[in-house]
């Protein structure tokens, strides 16, 4: 009975209440903008005009255009596309191909003026000879390091076969990812095609720049469809589910493209910038490393063995240690540098810049001042102690060398120890370091290894045979460093404990899916931000993960084709594809004292269905949805009807 006091209600409302508008308490305008005619018409064919006008049923605005339509076939001079009152306008620059059809993809661009319902995505379409060309391709690109979508890269089909086609001629059609990375190619013709990708740097619809980002597969396919239904939900509300809806369509095939994305490593060299933030040490900074280093001439100084060179693995960053005080308090250094840079042909050729000037950033003078401030605060601290008749001292003290120790109180039993020197050492004494384990009460000398880390020079790992659930006491003699400049550095004393095993959880993958017999398989345990917590190889078909500390984390596997322990990018001139990169689909939740044994085949699904949505970055866009709010309206004004009736239906 109170349905039926509703719904007559609600019918008494309308009828009474027929005024457009809110403000009054009326109707909200929730319908979308509607197509009422097109000059020339939508899928017309034989059209020769490349002006387009389409008219719609009330005021619409266009939003970003420049991004959100695309034409295809791709458009070299960009047309003019613009919302005009009830009209876009379209008008295309290019010179128009005979027998090709035309679409003008508008995604979610359109809206209504006033309330900004979406249309919803519309494209048009013409031809220029006697028929329409129909046919869709669709699929997903991804970054290829990290099978994170990628929004917004054009993607484009050829039929021309040819590898150097993607370098030499314009793409044949064209679309642009949406921020899921998914593509719909449309408008094409039966044929045998390849899909590529392309971020266009200079709008020429091809690959000429390295710095491009790119995706090509040699796979091809011949677009189809078949008859097909889907299922659409009605909802009753936001909560209930009103019906569901078997609704035909057509579905068009391939529908799974998957492009995997990359950017060449640039080799190009050139000389970014050359600074001296410190006094005591200027860098050169490349685009790219090379295995011979700069050659130095000194123009007002004599650069004969006055640094000590540190470079990053790569060696496109190079620091230049000044050996002498007198060099680091001279504020102009004036050199001759020669290096190897890449000329227009792309060789590497022997360059050299003049009379460079390296100044620096903090003058002599004014770093004077500030060690008189210095000295002068500390003469009057003494002079205070002095009066309190307090211990003080009559001679300023020299800065000891101070390393930064990376040690933690509690450790994991896998974890090294990490010692970075504030400068290069011209002395280091492995010797001075202990390492002592404690056993009942009772301290006993522990074997440890004090070494360089591999490619670098000033830091230092400490490697032990860590016993869990023991205490140990990590003790550095006076001396044991000196830098450079003779700063000495201070004893050391430090008790850290290895936590128990019972705190952590083990962790065993069984790896399939992939044969690379020749090739190391790693896989990496990710945090939620997708950032590596660990990494092992797979041996034997496994990849186990020990001393696990407990939480919830995610996988990822790269196949190391190389074996040089990384994952490495592309090369299209090489016909080489980025190191193929896989992700476990799920999370997998650790506990103290579990084992945890899972299989993984790392092809069971699909590359674009891998990546777990809760550590994807490139989050999908909100879609535009119609607000429906006259149905809230109805119930409202309902509602107080019934109210001035006597009837109160909310209870």
């Known amino acids: 009975m109170k349905k039926l006091i509703y719904i007559f209600c609600i019918a008494c409302v309308i009828i009474s209440c027929a005024r457009m508008g809110s403000p009054d308490g009326g109707w909200y305008d929730d319908d979308p903008p509607k197509v009422i005619k097109a000059i020339p018409e939508d899928q017309a064919t034989n059209v020769h005009s490349r002006k387009i006008n389409i008219y719609f049923d009330e005021y619409i605005k266009l939003e970003d255009a420049t991004n959100k339509v695309i034409v295809s076939p791709p458009q070299l001079e960009m047309p003019d596309i613009k919302a005009a009152g009830k009209r876009i306008v379209v008008e295309l620059k290019d010179t128009l191909k005979e027998n090709t059809t035309y679409t003008i993809d508008f995604s979610d661009a359109i809206s209504d003026n006033n309330e900004g319902n979406p249309m919803g995505n519309y494209t048009y379409s013409f031809s220029t000879g006697e028929q329409i060309d129909t046919m869709e391709v669709s699929g997903y690109v991804l970054d290829a390091s990290n099978l994170e979508p990628v929004k917004g890269i054009l993607v484009g089909l050829y039929d021309d076969l040819a590898d150097s086609a993607f370098k030499t001629k314009p793409m044949l059609r064209v679309s642009r990812t949406d921020s899921r990375g998914h593509f719909v190619v449309k408008g094409i013709s039966p044929g045998t095609y390849r899909a590529y990708a392309l971020q266009e740097a200079d709008g020429d619809f091809r690959f000429t720049q390295k710095s491009e980002m790119i995706a090509f597969s040699h796979d ?6 078949k008859p097909d239904t889907r299922v659409d939900t009605v909802w009753r509300d936001s909560l ?19 492009l995997l994305a990359f950017t060449h490593t640039q080799t190009d060299r050139v ?4 600074e001296r933030l410190e006094p005591n040490k200027f860098s050169m900074y490349f685009t790219y490393g090379d295995s011979l280093l700069p050659e ?5 100084f004599n650069a004969d063995n006055a640094f000590v060179i540190e470079t990053n693995e790569m060696r496109d960053t190079i620091h230049y240690w000044l050996r002498d005080t007198m060099l680091v308090n001279q504020d102009t250094l004036q050199m001759d540098i020669s290096y190897r840079m890449t000329d227009t042909l792309g060789n590497l050729v022997l ?9 620096a950033k903090v003058p002599y003078e004014k770093r004077m001042k500030e060690k008189a401030k210095e000295i002068e605060k500390w003469e009057k601290e003494q002079e205070k102690k002095k009066k309190r ?10 800065k000891p060398l101070e390393p930064k120790y990376n040690v933690p109180s509690q450790l994991d039993p896998d974890q090294r120890l990490i010692v970075e020197m504030p400068a290069p050492l011209q002395h280091c004494d492995t010797s001075a370091v202990h390492l002592y384990l404690e056993i009942d009460s009772l301290w006993y000398n522990a074997d440890c290894i004090f070494r360089p880390v591999e490619n670098s020079i000033r830091q230092y790992e400490i490697l032990a045979d860590w016993k869990p659930g023991l205490e140990y006491s990590l003790e550095i003699d006076s001396a044991a460093f000196i830098d450079i400049y003779g700063l000495v550095s201070k004893p050391y004393k430090r008790g850290l404990k290895v936590k128990k095993t019972e705190e952590y959880c083990s962790l065993l993958l069984y790896i399939s899916g992939v044969d690379a017999p020749d090739s190391t398989i790693i896989v990496q345990m990710l945090n939620k931000s997708d950032a590596v917590t660990k990494e092992v190889k797979v041996v034997g078909g496994t990849a186990k993960f020990n001393y696990v500390i407990p939480g919830k984390y995610y996988f990822r596997a790269i196949v190391d084709l190389n074996g040089n322990g990384k994952w490495d990018t592309g090369d299209y001139d090489a016909d080489l594809q980025a190191e193929a990169v896989y992700y476990y689909p799920k999370e997998i939740e650790c506990k103290e004292r579990w084992d945890v044994t899972e299989s993984w085949n790392l092809t069971s699904k699909p590359r674009f269905q891998q990546k777990p949505q809760e550590i994807t970055k490139q989050k999908p866009d909100k879609a535009k949805q119609l607000k429906n709010r006259n149905a809230e309206r109805a119930k ?3 509602i107080e009807y019934l109210k001035t009736k006597g009837i109160n239906l909310e209870k």
Do not use: C, M, W
């Open 389 to 398: 008749e307090e211990k003080y001292d009559s001679i300023f003290p020299v």
């Open 351 to 359: 360059h050299t810049d003049s009379a460079l000037e390296i100044l």
């Open 296 to 300: 130095i001439k000194g123009l007002n």
């Open 240 to 258: 209930h589910i009103d019906a569901l809806l078997q609704i035909p369509y057509t579905h068009f095939l391939p529908d799974d493209i998957t």
């Open 271 to 274: 000389l970014l910038k050359t």
């Open 636 to 638: 409202q004004l309902g």
């Open 220 to 225: 091809t396919f011949e677009p189809s469809s």
